[in-house]
């Protein structure tokens, strides 16, 4: 049942919005085109898509091969599975029952065969938006298709965004368009190969006749996700069971999680033969999910990561970045950039996620503290708020020591202590902000800034001021007025101003001393390789690639256009073919290569790389070099 309504369970089950008609074989929205796949989150599920040939058809061959029949129909079926058109063979979605966890099997034409557990079911969730407690909200366009076992030991949820209604789609159409589905697709792939963890996106569907009223009248489109079994579940849907007395299915949905996503937890507090798991197991899972949301949040600072709706509803228990809206990678460096165009209040700003995830964590634990009273303290309420503040009181270390060692790891020093943020990091930032230089692209070209080039200097700083590679290391300050730092050997694509001299011959006598460190006395040989292995070292950490809010924007336009003409040329020919003689659209639209999301899914999802010659003019210029100050800053809203 889709009407919207109060649900009183974890889940709910519905079926997705089919483009077809399902008593005939006539459109409803019109052609869906699969116009991304991302073939490493395929790895990552263990999917074989092999019927994708991933390269360009030979452009004098009009037609399709009748020897190609078997792979287009495997194509279909699997764009069809993945825009809601057809429903995974074996699943029974309204008859389910979402707390036995039966598996069954279902066979893909040859694309896979897996277990699937609880399909087409979507989540009951509330939270705080903007600081301010919501009512019922849960998946107002989210439907989990299945839950696939891609290995003996490891599963995934692969859920659809914009495939229709749902009981908790309150007053929206449950759709998504082309624009946000595309920025979501993408984001999510550029952070998993950062090395963030996040959802990922498996396929990105376009349906242009399906119309979408947001802000403007859109195309409409279905992005699978994919994240490990309990991603999806939130802070929020622990407050609302909390909140509504649900004390009982509190404990059934922790335990679920704690089972799922903490495996190492479970085992250490499960006793065997019985139901219960051992006191002190709340607390403990509780202080887990604290530690990775604290170095979820100093990721996201260190690349310069703006989430723009961080309500305890788009927190995810597992720790991973979830629910891509108005995000954005920081152009030029702003400590209170808001990124969000609705949020004008700037509780999301990129200075404060630190501590908004410290807020939303203890939103979190106010939502679970029934549980720890009750079988973790022995009903002693003020012990449980005691261990609980305990736990809490956590956050903010294990924030700071890993954002520390994440910033002096981009800018290539060895870690002494958390002290190292105001003698290194704070000062940067200070600069950068002040010269509004780009972030991303000031990291990268860091590792162009040569020891060797530059010993004259810092060695006559040496001489000139405090001496020993001690003082050196730690304290410049008195002897940099006494250099002429003019005569630095800079990269060109570096800012030059006085405070950045000041604080390039303090990094440079930083990094000779731990060269020295190293090698002990040093040649120019030493300095020659230890240059090499900084930089291949640094361009192994600081990307070049990361998604920009004008290149997304600009991809996205294109990509309307390209859809557009997609599905003019596909009305034309599909009433002049033969069936068996039309172009496979579905595949013609992804390996096409004009096709501009498959070619930045590329450069994104190898970040660190300059690529080829070749690959440096196509893309290097295009997607890698600083932003046009016409275009920087340019922000998003909410709607999507």
């Known amino acids: 049942m889709k009407t919207p309504r109060m649900v009183d369970a974890h889940f709910s089950y519905t079926l997705p919005d089919s483009t077809l008609i399902q008593d005939e074989a006539t459109p409803k929205d019109g052609k869906t085109f699969l116009i991304g796949v991302s073939p490493d989150c395929a790895d990552e599920l263990g999917l074989d898509l092999s019927f994708i040939d991933f390269k360009k058809d030979d452009e004098n061959d009009k037609t399709m091969k009748r020897s190609d029949f078997e792979k287009q129909v495997e194509r279909e079926q699997f764009a069809n599975i993945l825009s809601g058109n057809e429903l995974l063979p074996g699943s029974n979605p309204w008859s389910y029952n979402c707390m036995a966890m039966e598996v069954k099997e279902f066979f893909v034409s040859s694309i896979y065969s897996r277990s699937i557990i609880n399909p087409n079911m979507h989540s009951l969730y509330t939270g705080h938006q903007f600081g301010y407690w919501a009512s019922q909200l849960g998946d107002g366009r989210a439907i989990t ?148 949301t604290a170095r979820l949040m100093a990721q996201w600072q260190s690349v310069g990561f703006c989430h723009g709706v961080m309500n305890t509803d788009n927190f995810s228990i597992l720790g ?85 060692e994440l910033m002096m790891t981009k800018l290539g020093l060895k870690v002494a202590s958390v002290e190292d943020y105001k003698e290194w990091i704070s000062p940067l930032l200070v600069n950068l902000e002040s010269a509004k230089w780009d972030y991303t692209n000031f990291f990268r070209a860091l590792s162009d800034l040569s020891l060797e080039t530059n010993y004259d200097a810092i060695t006559s700083l040496r001489q000139s001021g405090p001496s020993g590679a001690d003082k050196g290391k730690n304290d410049v300050n008195g002897a940099v007025c006494e250099i002429e730092t003019t005569k630095l050997d800079l990269p060109t694509h570096l800012p030059t101003s006085e405070e950045f001299l000041d604080w390039y011959v303090k990094y440079l006598t930083r990094s000779l001393a731990d060269c020295e460190d190293e090698k002990g006395k040093t040649s120019f040989e030493d300095l020659k390789q230890f240059d090499k292995e900084r930089k291949e070292r640094l361009d192994k950490i600081n990307p070049r690639y990361v998604p920009r809010n004008y290149i997304l924007q600009n991809v996205i336009d294109e990509m309307e256009e390209f859809v557009k003409k997609l599905d003019e040329h596909h009305k034309e020919l599909t009433t002049e073919d033969a069936d068996d003689e039309r172009p496979d659209f579905c595949f013609k639209s992804f390996v096409e290569l004009d096709n501009p999301v498959m070619k930045y899914l590329k450069v994104l999802q190898n970040p660190y790389e300059d690529g080829s010659e070749e690959e440096q003019i196509l893309f290097g210029t295009k997607f890698g070099e600083g932003v046009p100050m016409e275009y920087r800053g340019i922000k998003c809203s909410c709607s999507s």
């Not at 947001?214 to 994240?227: I, K």
């Not at 203890?362 to 720890?372: C, D, Y």
């Not at 449980?384 to 009181?393: I, T």
């Open 145 to 292: 298709l299945a839950e696939i076992q891609s290995s003996p030991t490891t599963s995934h949820e692969i859920s659809l965004k914009g495939a229709g209604l749902t009981p908790f789609s309150r007053f929206a159409d449950g759709y998504a368009v082309l624009r946000s589905s595309i920025r979501e697709f993408l984001a999510s792939e550029s952070l998993h190969a950062l090395g963030i963890p996040t959802s990922r996106c498996l396929s990105l569907i376009a349906i242009p006749e399906r119309k979408v009223q947001r802000e403007e009248v859109e195309g409409g489109a279905v992005v699978s996700r994919v994240v490990g079994v309990g991603g999806f579940i939130r802070f929020g849907n622990f407050e609302l069971l909390m909140k509504r007395g649900q004390y009982g299915k509190l404990k059934e949905l922790a335990d679920f999680t704690i089972e799922r996503g903490f495996p190492q937890i479970w085992v250490e507090y499960k006793v065997e033969g019985e139901d219960d798991l051992k006191s002190g197991v709340y607390a403990e899972w509780f202080g887990e999910v604290i530690g990775r």
């Open 320 to 404: 991973l970045t979830i629910d891509y809206g108005p995000y954005q990678f920081m152009d030029n460096f702003e400590a209170g950039y808001i990124c969000n165009h609705s949020d004008h209040e700037g509780r999301y700003a990129y200075n404060e996620q630190p501590s908004i995830g410290f807020w939303n964590l203890n939103r979190l634990g106010t939502a679970i503290s029934p549980l720890v009273v009750k079988f973790d303290c022995n009903g002693d309420s003020k012990e449980a708020m005691k261990l609980l503040e305990e736990k809490l009181n956590k956050y903010y270390d294990i924030y700071k020591h890993t954002y520390v």
